[in-house]
C-alpha cells in the first residue's frame, strides 16, 4: 500500500470518527440541551452544529475547483443563536457530513498533490484535509464538553469509561 493510499484510508476512518462521537453527543441530548449556553459569548451544541453545517458546505462543495470559502456562505448567521429543535439539527449535521463524505470518499491519490483555496489562501489538499478535520474534531469536542455538563451522571461516555481503562482493549484504529 502507497503513502498515499494509507493517507486517503486514515483521513476517511478519521473523519466518520469524528462524525461518531457527535452521533454520540447528538444521540444524548434534548431540544433543550442542545440551545444551552453557559453564558451569551459562548456556544451552544446548535450554534456549532450549525457552524459546521455551513463550514462543510462551503469547503467540500466542489472541494477542488473553487474557493472554500463560498460567496454564498453566511458565516456571521452560524453563530446566531436561534431556537431549533433536535429533528432540525441532525437534519443539518447529516447534509453537511454527506457531503463531507462524498468529498473526500471521492479523492484519488493524484488528487494529493493538487492545490485548492480557501479565502484566497492556496493549499496543498492535503493540509487543506488535515485542516478542516482538526476543526471538525475541535468542535465536536466543544459539543461533547456542553453535553457532558447537561447530562451530568446521565452522560454516556463516548471513550474510555473512568477508572475502566485496565480493562480497555483498542479495536482497530483506537
Request: with cysteine; net charge neutral.
Amino acid at each position: 500500500m502507497t503513502v498515499e493510499e494509507l493517507f486517503l484510508q486514515s483521513l476517511r476512518y478519521r473523519f466518520r470518527a469524528i462524525k461518531k462521537s457527535g452521533d454520540g453527543v447528538l444521540a444524548q441530548v434534548d431540544d433543550n440541551d442542545i440551545i444551552w449556553q453557559s453564558n451569551p459569548e459562548t456556544n451552544s451544541i446548535a450554534i456549532i452544529v450549525q457552524h459546521l453545517h455551513g463550514n462543510m458546505l462551503s469547503r467540500w462543495t466542489d472541494f477542488l475547483t473553487t474557493d472554500g470559502d463560498k460567496p454564498w456562505r453566511d458565516r456571521d448567521r452560524e453563530f446566531e443563536s436561534r431556537r431549533v429543535t433536535k429533528a432540525e439539527l441532525l437534519a443539518l449535521w447529516e447534509e453537511g457530513w454527506k457531503l463531507t463524505f462524498r468529498a473526500v470518499d471521492g479523492l484519488t491519490e493524484a488528487d494529493l498533490t493538487r492545490k485548492v483555496t480557501i479565502r484566497g489562501q492556496e493549499l496543498d489538499v492535503i493540509d487543506a484535509c488535515m485542516r478542516n478535520s482538526g476543526h471538525s474534531s475541535q468542535h465536536v469536542g466543544q459539543m461533547i464538553h456542553i453535553a457532558k455538563e447537561r447530562r451530568g451522571n446521565q452522560w454516556q461516555t463516548l471513550s474510555i469509561a473512568g477508572g475502566k481503562l485496565k480493562e480497555y482493549r483498542p479495536k482497530y484504529k483506537d
